[in-house]
């Protein structure tokens, strides 16, 4: 069941750090064919790993660290529980939305961090559109068909952190 409202959790000294960080020349933006990984033509992004398989894969997760533990204490989980966390950076496309997708196929916690507003709604499926609002988190499960959606204008950046129980 997803939330259905966003919630504010992080500090604003530190989302305006990592805001004037991700924005700036000096953080790297991966370019990525297919923001989903799942189709041929889709719609082209960029992104930043910052945890992968539960480890650190990026040297600016440090940067990140208060924010991703505030992140995963909002959704009922501990910070060592991240499997993932992920920047995703979208331009304005005539796509409407990018592939329908669960991020993994087994059970897990998704929790979006929007880090500057935009009108690239994120879907789902069988459910609401949720516009991003600066500074919210929405956290759902993991296993909900969901899509992002390119802006119309300017860009969205979100902070997708996966979270689930190592077992």
């Not at 894969?57 to 991703?68: D, E, G, N």
């Not at 879907?123 to 516009?131: A, H, K, Q, W």
């Amino acid at each position: 069941m997803t939330e259905r409202t966003i919630a504010f959790p992080i500090p604003r000294p530190i989302c305006e750090h990592i805001t004037d960080l991700v924005m700036s020349t000096d953080f790297p933006w991966y370019f990525v064919p297919d923001a989903t990984h799942l189709t041929p033509n889709g719609n082209a992004s960029f992104a930043h790993v910052l945890i992968n398989n539960y480890e650190s894969v990026s040297p600016f997760t440090a940067v990140f660290t208060s924010a991703l533990a505030i992140i995963a204490e909002h959704a009922g989980y501990y910070s060592n529980e991240i499997y993932r966390a992920r920047l995703g950076l979208l331009y304005p496309s005539k796509q409407e939305h990018n592939s329908w997708h669960t991020d993994y196929d087994s059970p897990h916690t998704t929790c979006l961090w929007y880090i500057n507003n935009s009108d690239g709604d994120t879907r789902f499926r069988f459910g609401d559109n949720i516009s991003p609002q600066r500074n919210g988190v929405l956290t759902f499960n993991g296993l909900e068909q969901h899509a992002s959606s390119p802006p119309s204008t300017g860009v969205r950046i979100v902070l997708n952190v996966n979270l689930m129980t190592s077992e």
